[in-house]
C-alpha cells in the first residue's frame, strides 16, 4: 500500500506527522513524504523541517494521499504541479485525504465539488467556494474522500481511515500502540467548547492562517 503525504513550505507540522504515526503502522504500508523538490521543507514555525524523500512526480498513484494544512496552504493553492499532482493521484487512489486547511488545497484542485468537507474551524466558511459543504465534524468521510478538522484530529481521521482499510481491532491496536488516550487538562479544543473570551480573543489575536501568519 502506497502513501504519500504531502510536504510545502510552512505546513504544519503535527497536521503531516499525526497521521503518519498513524498510517505508517499500516500492513504492508509504504509511506513517503513528497513534494515539488526532494529535501527539507520548513514547517511553519520554521524550526522543525520535514524531509520529503519523493517528488511528486515519483510517486504518481499512490493509494492514499494526504495534505496537510498550515499558513503555506496559500501558495499550495496556487501551485499548478501540485494540483495536477493531486488530480491525477486522485483518479486512482483508494483513499483521497486532508488535516486542517489541507483540504482547501483539495478544493483548489477540483476535489471537493458537491461534498462534505471539513477544516480549521475559522476556516470552515472557505470551503464553499470550492463547492464543498462545510461540515463542522472531526472527520467527515464523502465517498472516498476523507477530511479533518484542525491540526490534532488528522490523528482521529488517520484512526478513522484504520479502520476503513484494516477493521476496528487494527486501529485500536495502532491507537494502543502509539498510546492514543487524549485527557486535556482543559476542555477548550474547539470553538463550541471554548469559553466565549477565549474564542474572541483568539480570533482577534491570532495570525489567521488563511492570511498566511
Known amino acids: ?45 520554521k524550526a522543525l523541517a520535514l ?7 515519483d510517486v504518481p498513484h499512490p493509494d492514499i494521499l494526504l495534505v496537510p494544512g498550515g499558513p503555506g496552504q496559500n501558495e499550495a493553492e496556487k501551485d499548478e504541479a501540485i494540483l495536477d499532482w493531486l488530480r491525477t493521484a486522485h483518479e486512482t487512489t483508494t483513499w483521497t485525504t486532508s488535516v486542517c486547511t489541507g483540504s482547501l488545497v483539495l478544493g483548489a484542485a477540483g476535489l471537493l465539488e458537491g461534498k462534505r468537507a471539513t477544516t480549521y474551524w475559522l476556516a470552515l466558511d472557505e470551503l ?4 464543498a459543504t462545510p461540515t463542522a465534524e472531526r472527520v467527515v468521510i464523502d465517498g472516498k474522500v476523507v477530511t479533518a478538522a484542525g491540526v490534532s484530529s488528522g490523528i482521529d481521521m488517520a484512526l478513522t481511515l484504520a479502520a476503513e482499510v484494516g477493521g476496528a481491532d487494527l486501529a485500536q491496536m495502532l ?14 479544543g474547539s470553538e463550541a467548547k471554548a469559553p466565549a ?7 482577534a489575536s491570532s495570525r489567521f492562517i488563511l492570511e498566511g501568519g
Open 1 to 45: 500500500m502506497d502513501i504519500a503525504i504531502l510536504l510545502f513550505d510552512r505546513l504544519t507540522a503535527l497536521d503531516a506527522v499525526g497521521p503518519y504515526e498513524v498510517l505508517s503502522r499500516l500492513p504492508d504500508a509504504n509511506l513517503t513524504f513528497v513534494a515539488t523538490e526532494a529535501g527539507p521543507t520548513r514547517t511553519d514555525t
Open 51 to 57: 524531509v520529503a524523500d519523493a517528488t511528486l512526480a
Open 128 to 131: 464553499a467556494k470550492y463547492g
Open 175 to 188: 491507537q494502543l500502540g502509539i498510546e492514543y488516550d487524549p485527557q486535556p487538562p482543559f476542555d477548550s
Open 197 to 203: 473570551h477565549i474564542v474572541e480573543v483568539f480570533r
